[in-house]
């Protein structure tokens, strides 16, 4: 029933950042959905120069594994 989840940070932790969970369908059945994951996040140029690929990977691997749970689990 929900389209989009949002996540953020609490005042005062180190880093503030907001994280949205979006959920499309893409026909009229709901039986495929497109899903999109948007991190935003308040670095300095050092640490996003660090830790900038690693959190791409991070995000890249839940997609991997949401996608798979999903067609595992709607396929069986």
Same mark, same amino acid.
């Given at each position: 029933? =929900? $389209?989009?989840? $949002?996540?953020a940070?609490?005042? *005062?932790?180190?880093?503030?950042f907001? =994280?949205w969970?979006?959920?499309k369908?893409i +026909? +009229?059945?709901n039986?495929?959905?497109?899903?999109?994951?948007?991190? +935003?996040?308040?670095?300095?140029?050092?640490? $996003?120069? #660090?830790? *900038?690929s690693?959190?791409?990977? *991070?995000? +890249?691997?839940? #997609?991997d594994?949401?996608?798979?749970? =999903?067609?595992?689990?709607?396929?069986?």
């Open positions: 029933p =929900f $389209k989009t989840i $949002k996540i940070s609490e005042k *005062g932790t180190p880093i503030s907001t =994280f969970i979006q959920l369908p +026909d +009229d059945t039986s495929s959905t497109a899903i999109r994951l948007t991190l +935003d996040a308040e670095l300095n140029p050092m640490m $996003k120069m #660090v830790i *900038g690693q959190l791409q990977k *991070g995000l +890249d691997a839940m #997609v594994y949401i996608t798979t749970y =999903f067609n595992q689990r709607y396929t069986e």
